[in-house]
């Protein structure tokens, strides 16, 4: 990945969200990986940049958001790492199937609030989808 995607995601550049969204810079851009496999979409989600969640380009977002990297995480497992927020896709069977989406160490979501202590975003998961626990 070109670090000064990188830095610009890392930061939450909304100006460089707005030069994609706009044309002057390649949408391409945003589909590039590190050597860990993470998008930018894992990269905003570690640095909990939610007002770049709320900002990056729907019609780009769906594949990003489904990516693995290296650990089988996706955006998803490393948002409920370090996010409160949640972010959903417009289809709600989508939705589930993400949720209950494994990574490498066949944790789901659910696994990944409950070893982390995020209580919270435990029970927003469980009213989500009741048979997650399953």
């Not at 995601?9 to 969204?21: I, Y």
């Not at 390649?26 to 709320?54: E, G, M, R, W, Y």
């Not at 409920?80 to 989406?101: F, N, V």
Request: proline share 5%; net charge negative.
């Amino acid at each position: 990945m070109d670090p000064s995607l990188y830095e610009a995601v890392k930061s939450g550049d909304l100006c460089f969200l707005k030069e994609v969204r706009d044309g002057d810079r390649s949408v391409d851009i945003l589909f590039q990986k590190t050597p860990k496999n993470n998008n930018v979409l894992h990269i905003a989600a570690q640095f909990k940049q939610t007002q770049f969640f709320k900002e990056f380009p729907n019609q780009i977002q769906s594949p990003l958001f489904w990516a693995t990297n290296t650990r089988g995480d996706t955006p998803m497992h490393i948002l409920l790492l370090g996010m409160q927020q949640e972010t959903r896709p417009a289809d709600a069977e989508a939705y589930k199937e993400l949720l209950r989406m494994t990574n490498s160490e066949k944790d789901t979501a659910l696994h990944v609030a409950v070893k982390s202590g995020h209580h919270g975003v435990v029970i927003l998961l469980m009213d989500a989808d009741p048979e997650l626990s399953c």
